[in-house]
């Protein structure tokens, strides 16, 4: 069974940093296109990074460059996203997913990922 479990979320200060963990079962990730999403109370979901298991590539969105890291373990099948200096409007479900591929510019287009998990709460607040 495919399945992608992600973890690491919680309530941290403004400022403060979180390591969520994406990690996949049933399958390598092997030339697959990894993202995170992000969804804040009674918004849409958005696509915060992306990494191409194949040769490394990332994306992110302007919100979160140079704050928040993409990395993957190819040897624990597992992505990571390091998020540091963390802001209230980065409050919300954090969701990885993963499609056969390379991520691309289009890498924020949730309707293109086949395989996602349940997601992991994070909330920054005071």
Known sequence: QLQLVESGGGL????GSLRLSCAASGFTLDYYAIGWFRQAPGKEREGVSCISSSDGTTYYADSVKGRFTISIDNATNTVY???NSLKVEDTGVFYCAAVPG????SYSSDGDYDYWGQGTH?????
């Open 102 to 105: 390379w991520c691309s510019g």
């Open 122 to 126: 994070v909330t920054v607040s005071s």
């Open 12 to 15: 941290v200060q403004p400022g």
């Open 81 to 83: 996203l390091q998020m």
